[in-house]
């Protein structure tokens, strides 16, 4: 005997699946099934370049397509409740028989269309969460707010790296926990309430032992490595010098170098900070669990009183190699960089200091520099001697190209992004880095926070037009480049 327990069930959503909403959802369902049908070689593909396109592709198409299932039950329940408002029956429909041949077409309908919208609803779920983790979304989706970040981070060492690679790391717990802040941070995009500049070192970040370390190993023995420095002076004739210099990197047990001191196993370093940038640390305490010693270093304005309350922080690799895929440069260093590589033509007179002053000069937009640094260096070089700008025309106009180019991806004036605006605590040459700590602070057992050079590195030559050392090992760069 047939069950007829199931046409009784069925017999409601039938008849009251047929209400505004529901009918609305379904069409939201149809049309995103369709649109999803069209799509499918660019859900196939994973990518997209255009934000936008992905934005429309993986977020808003299953929006609606979500939208849809929702309704539909929605619907119905808002009719139910209609119903009985207006004492009409909710439970008292025309039976439904499975002799019906119209039945089971529907029946066999709704399970090709279920199973269907499972399928599609698995696909674009995926998709969805697959391009909010991309570099993509991440870097062009707030195109103004990331523009500083994502250009140095093309720039980078990390620029194979997906962003949520470092930002975010592995495991459910951090995906979630980035996605609920980022609903904080797309209100304040629309709303326009967003910090210009973007405050850094970034709030709650996750530790870098479980991030940097799942493809770093600092603990790791790192043998010596040798540095070379290329500086050009401010005259005329652009002088170029070297600084070689023999960094210690240690580690692995062996107690020594920079990573041996911070890092290697049984040693815990906490400091406090007194500004929310981490740049002013009066309080530091080293541990040792292996040798048992503990030492708290005081800086020479600071007292145990002051410093009780500060924010305490156990420092990782974050708190040296702050910058590691969004640096930006200092104008000297920059300059310098790019006359080493030949990029910037060291036979211009002057132009060294003439490239600095001109970056450091204020532009209303990028766009205005762009165009207004390398017309300045033309102007300049054809004042002052016409032949020569005759003959060095192709190499000056590189070079305005060249500045230009390291103006745009060090200064953003819409977010107020400037020269220095984010400090890098690697070295200590554009800003105060390893002498946040290492300033000759002395423990009450005398020990000191050493400021001297040859702990992390040994200076082979210091400013030398030819340094020996380089001459010896074959290194020594023709002049210029």
């Known amino acids: 005997m047939p069950d007829r327990r199931l046409p009784a069930l069925l017999s409601p959503l039938v008849y009251l699946s047929s209400n505004w909403i529901s009918l609305t959802g379904v069409v939201a369902v149809t049309t995103a099934s369709v649109l999803w049908l069209f799509q499918l070689p660019l859900f ?15 977020l808003v198409l299953p929006g609606v397509f979500f939208g849809g299932l929702i309704l539909i039950p ?19 429909f025309p039976p439904l028989d499975w002799r019906n041949p119209e039945l089971r077409r529907l029946l066999a309908f709704i399970g090709v269309t279920t199973l269907a919208n499972l399928i599609i ?23 103004k707010v990331m523009a500083p970040e994502f250009t140095a981070y093309q720039g980078s060492p990390h620029s194979r790296v997906a962003c949520v690679a470092c930002h975010i790391g592995p495991g459910a717990s951090w995906f979630v926990r980035s996605k609920l802040s980022g609903v904080g941070q797309v209100f304040a995009t629309i709303l326009n309430t967003y910090p210009r500049p973007i405050p850094t070192p970034v709030a709650n970040l996750r530790p870098a032992r479980e991030t940097c370390e799942q ?37 692995g047990h062996e107690r020594r170098g920079i990573h041996g001191a911070h890092l290697d196993p049984g040693v815990t370093i906490e400091y406090a900070h007194a500004d929310p940038g981490r740049q002013n640390i009066p309080w530091v305490r080293y541990s040792n669990s292996v040798t048992g010693r ?51 033509p060291a036979s211009l007179p002057g132009i060294k200091k003439l490239g600095v002053e001109l970056l450091k000069k204020e532009y209303p937009s990028r766009e205005a520099a762009a165009a ?10 054809r004042r002052q001697d016409a032949n020569f700008y005759a003959r060095q025309r192709d190499e000056i106009l590189r070079a305005g190209r060249v500045l230009a180019e390291i103006h745009n991806r060090n200064v953003f004036p819409e977010m107020k992004v400037t020269w220095g605006t984010y400090p ?58």
């Not at 929605?74 to 008292?92: F, H, M, Q, S, W």
């Not at 969805?128 to 979304?137: E, G, I, P």
């Not at 210091?462 to 380089?470: G, T």
């Open 372 to 381: 207004a640094i390398p017309q300045a260096l033309v102007e300049h070089y």
């Open 424 to 481: 890098n605590n690697i070295g200590h040459m554009d800003f105060p880095g390893c002498f946040r700590c290492h300033d000759d602070r002395t423990a009450a057992d005398g020990r000191k926070l050493t400021q001297d050079c040859n702990a992390c590195h040994r200076v082979l030559a210091m400013d030398e037009p030819a340094p020996k050392i380089l001459s010896d090992l074959g290194l020594l760069p023709a002049n210029g480049h």
């Open 215 to 251: 493809c770093h190993w600092p603990q790791k023995f790192g043998a010596d490595r040798l540095r070379i420095l290329t500086k050009f002076a401010d005259g005329e004739s652009n002088t170029r010098t070297l600084t070689v210099l023999l960094m210690h990197i240690g580690g």
């Open 74 to 92: 929605l619907g119905i329940v808002r009719e139910v409740r209609r119903r009985r408002r207006l004492g009409e029956p909710t439970r008292l």
């Open 44 to 58: 196939l593909r994973g990518e997209v370049d255009n934000p936008y396109t992905g934005i429309l592709t993986f």
């Open 121 to 143: 609803g698995s696909q674009l779920s995926y998709r969805a969460f697959h391009y909010m983790d991309s570099v993509t979304f991440c870097g062009k989706t707030c195109h």
């Open 294 to 344: 503990t030492t708290v270093y005081l800086a020479a304005d600071a007292t145990p009183e002051a410093v009780r309350n500060l924010p305490r922080r156990v420092m990782d690799c974050m708190d040296c190699h702050n910058r590691p895929t969004h640096a930006f440069e200092s104008p000297e260093a920059a300059v310098d960089r790019a006359m080493a590589q030949g990029l910037i």
